[in-house]
T-cell receptor, first 117, second 114 residues
C-alpha cells in the first residue's frame, strides 16, 4: 500500500502571495487532515475533510481553505500569506471509524515546508 | 480546552541508557493517547497508542501506560540506540470533543550518543 505523499516538499513565497499544497491519501483512507507545525513546536490542527466536506476546523482564519476530491486527495490553500505562515504543513489520512478499531489512526506525509519572506 | 504537556528537551543519553519522557494531559472527555516520532526530514510516524485506562501501548521496545488517575502517558525504553534519535510527540484524541482531532505536545528531542 502507498503512503501519504505531499507536494511540493519545499517552497518559498513572499508576503501577500497565495499557495496551494497537495496531498495524496494512503490507499483505502477516506479522511484527510491538515496540520501546521511551526519550528520547534508540535503540529496544530488546521482542518479535516471527509466525503469532500470540511468536518472540523482548528483556530485558523478563513484564508486557510481546503478541498477534498473524489479520490480522497486534498489541497490546502493559503491566501494573503503572512510571515508567521512559515512552517511545515503536514497532511494526514485516516479511515473514519470508532475508538476501538484501527481506524482513526493518522498516517502522516513528510510535509511541505513553506517559507514566507 | 484539551491540552498535552510533555517534558522539554533536548534529552541527551548514551547508548543503552534508560529513557523516560514524561507526558500529562487535560481532556474534557475520555481520550485515546498516542506517541508519535519524527525522524529528521520526515513526517510523523505512529509509535504506539492506548485507547483506555491501564492499557499499555508498546512498539520497538518503547512502552507507555495510560494512567487515568494521574492523567499521564509516559514513554519509556529500557535501552536506547543511536537510531532512536528523533523528536517524540505525545498526543491525544478526545472523542468527547466536537472534532476529534489530534492535540499534540510541543515535542521532546532525543539525542543518543554512541
Amino acid at each position: 500500500e502507498t503512503g501519504v505523499t505531499q507536494s511540493p516538499t519545499h517552497l518559498i513565497k513572499t508576503r501577500g502571495q497565495q499557495v496551494t499544497l497537495r496531498c495524496s491519501s494512503q490507499s483505502g483512507h477516506n479522511t484527510v487532515s491538515w496540520y501546521q507545525q511551526a519550528l520547534g513546536q508540535g503540529p496544530q490542527f488546521i482542518f479535516q475533510y471527509y466525503r469532500e466536506e470540511e468536518n472540523g476546523r482548528g483556530n485558523f482564519p478563513p484564508r486557510f481553505s481546503g478541498l477534498q476530491f473524489p479520490n480522497y486527495s486534498s489541497e490546502l490553500n493559503v491566501n494573503a500569506l503572512e510571515l508567521d505562515d512559515s512552517a511545515l504543513y503536514l497532511c494526514a489520512s485516516s479511515l473514519a471509524g470508532g475508538r476501538g478499531s484501527g481506524a482513526n489512526v493518522l498516517t502522516f506525509g513528510a510535509g511541505s515546508r513553506l517559507t514566507v519572506l | 480546552g484539551d491540552s498535552v504537556t510533555q517534558m522539554e528537551g533536548p534529552v541527551t543519553l548514551s547508548e543503552e541508557a534508560f529513557l523516560t519522557i514524561n507526558c500529562t494531559y487535560t481532556a474534557t472527555g475520555y481520550p485515546s493517547l498516542f506517541w508519535y516520532v519524527q525522524y529528521p526530514g520526515e513526517g510523523l510516524q505512529l509509535l504506539l497508542k492506548a485507547t483506555k485506562a491501564d492499557d499499555k501501548g508498546s512498539n520497538k521496545g518503547f512502552e507507555a501506560t495510560y494512567r487515568k488517575e494521574t492523567t499521564s502517558f509516559h514513554l519509556e525504553k529500557g535501552s536506547v540506540q543511536v537510531s532512536d534519535s528523533a523528536v517524540y510527540f505525545c498526543a491525544l484524541k478526545d472523542y468527547g470533543g466536537s472534532q476529534g482531532n489530534l492535540i499534540f505536545g510541543k515535542g521532546t528531542k532525543l539525542s543518543v550518543k554512541p
